[in-house]
């Protein structure tokens, strides 16, 4: 009986574009995870694809996300940064020339952004058509999430539902060419009622945590090492806390060992100011650039320079590790079950290469070793395991989420709560003006579509998330009452009658996401 892994990575990032200004900070969150994460997995798949090796991956791509990655203005953007990096990189191999150590890592950064560049080209800038070559030669699985990433449960009002489905739908369609079989509900939260929405979108599958699914009535047969049916035929997978611990956990996991690079000791913060000032995301306040010398060493803050070899070493030492680990686990579930165990290890994409540098390449041995190595385990999508499983054993699961607490509190606490209100009050007035607009043409039909984009925008999960954290809360303060406030202008002029089409113009050039949208869906 030949068991099951299925990794699954999550990419997302919040809808951040501004071609108001010439640069913006908050940019910067893309272009890092396009440098760090995206264009490294792309080059990783490459490698497998190359070997011919039948890999099987599964990966979300927020519509957010591929909205950003397909904008001429910020593949302009991030070619420009990438260009800046590169600079700054040979500036490095300059004046690290007689201290051997950091001379080599200035090489191993500018040989590496290179290498990136060339990839980000040979693509046509075009990275949301590179993971579909993928998907389309088999190698690949992508789904999609909600539309702007909208914790679901808190929307609390169905038609706001079905359109952040129904919307991720379209927009999937449109970027690889078919409908998506699987989401990944934003931040795994999951309240009953949603698998209707799934069902009309034709979504086979949805992604929930742990205990949504222990919690289910009746109590699923197998944990979570089974998928199991919602009433209405909706197969929901759970995560695997065992397989997560070992990657996720601060203390327990890989991405703490000592010899791994140091996040936070960056040349933004140890290099002279007006040195590294031109390269930094904000020139006025210090940064990360991404090139970083030191090795996480341990607790203090002393640090010892990084040791690539080294790094390696301890990437191939864990991937033996994790694929052992879950070759026992699998081993036990065996003897217990009677049908092939599945062991789902779902993860944020950032991880591997923004946040854990060695990532891509612990993802990349990781996979090898269980290509070449496999004799009773193999890796496989959710879908694949729906095609060949056995009959699934039919639950309601219960109201959960991978936030802290295991429920909503991470979105929905002191510093976000005054949020909820006013999206109440925005989602039941969209509704209104879908159903006073069914036929809805020319001018009309832009203000309404935009009414639609701008409550999408302020629904995203990312907002309350930021705040809760504090990592730029002004910063998501300023989006969500922008977005509402727009929202409310859009909403006056359409019960008015009178429609300001230069203001409307500017509007649908700031968030200019989802050229299709069909503000009907709230109706």
């Not at 949504?212 to 009535?217: F, K, S």
């Not at 030492?317 to 070759?327: S, Y």
């Not at 054993?393 to 509190?409: F, N």
Request: hydrophobic share 40%; with cysteine; proline share 7%.
């Amino acid at each position: 009986m030949q068991s099951r892994l299925a990794l699954v990575l999550h990419a997302h990032l919040p809808f951040v574009r501004h071609p108001e200004h010439d640069r913006f900070l908050e940019e910067t969150w893309l272009f890092e995870a396009v440098t760090e994460t995206y264009l490294p997995l792309i080059q990783v798949m490459e490698g497998w694809l190359a070997q011919g090796m039948q890999t099987r991956l599964t990966l979300t791509l927020s519509p957010t996300l591929c909205a950003m990655l397909l904008d001429p203005l910020l593949q302009d953007r991030y070619v420009r940064h990438l260009e800046g990096l590169l600079e700054l990189a040979d500036k490095e191999i300059h004046r690290t020339h007689w201290d051997r150590d950091f001379r080599e890592l200035a090489w191993m950064y500018h040989h590496r952004l290179t290498s990136l560049r060339a990839t980000y080209f040979a693509y046509g800038r075009n990275l949301v058509g590179a993971f579909r070559k993928f998907q389309e030669q088999g190698r690949l699985e992508i789904i999609t999430t909600a539309a702007t990433h909208a914790l679901l449960p808190l929307l609390n009002h169905p038609p706001s539902v079905r359109a952040q489905i129904l919307t991720a739908r379209d927009h999937y369609r449109s970027c690889f060419g078919c409908d998506p079989r699987g989401i990944w509900l934003p931040e795994c939260a999951y309240v009953e009622g949603v698998e209707a929405v799934l069902q009309e979108a034709n979504i086979r599958w949805f992604i929930m945590d742990t205990h949504g699914l222990l919690h289910a009535r009746p109590r699923p047969r197998y944990g979570v090492f089974a998928p199991v049916l919602t009433p209405n035929g909706i197969a929901a997978f759970a995560r695997d806390l065992e397989s997560a611990r070992q990657v996720w956990s601060r203390n327990e996991g890989y991405p703490g060992d000592p010899r791994y690079r140091d996040f936070y000791r960056d040349v933004g913060f140890d290099l002279d100011f007006d040195y590294v000032r031109p390269y930094l995301p904000s020139p006025n306040l210090r940064g990360f650039t991404g090139l970083k010398y030191c090795r996480i060493t341990g607790p203090t803050p002393d640090k010892e320079v990084y040791d690539r070899a080294l790094a390696l070493k301890a990437a191939d030492e864990h991937a033996g590790h994790f694929l052992a680990a879950r070759r026992e686990q699998a081993r036990k579930l065996g003897e217990i079950m009677d049908r092939p165990p599945l062991i789902v290890a779902p993860y944020d994409a950032e991880l591997f290469g923004h946040w854990w540098y060695e990532g891509p390449d612990f993802l990349d041995l990781f996979v090898r070793k269980a290509y070449y190595d496999q004799q009773d385990f193999k890796l496989v999508t959710p879908s694949d395991h729906l095609k060949e499983g056995p009959t699934l054993q039919i639950v309601r699961p219960s109201p959960s989420s991978w936030g802290e607490e295991g429920y909503w509190k991470l979105w929905l606490n002191d510093t976000n709560d005054w949020i909820l209100p006013h999206l109440t009050v925005a989602q039941e007035r969209m509704t209104a003006l879908a159903r006073a607009h069914p036929d809805a043409a020319g001018l009309t039909r832009r203000a309404l579509n935009q009414a639609a984009r701008e409550l999408l925008l302020a629904q995203s999960s990312d907002w309350p998330f930021i705040l809760r954290t504090g990592t730029s809360p002004d910063y998501a303060r300023k989006r969500v009452k922008d977005h509402l406030l727009r929202f409310l202008a859009l909403h006056e002029m359409l019960t008015t009658g009178r429609v300001d089409e230069p203001w409307l113009a500017r509007t649908e050039w700031l968030d200019n996401l989802f050229p299709d949208v069909n503000y009907r869906y709230w109706a």
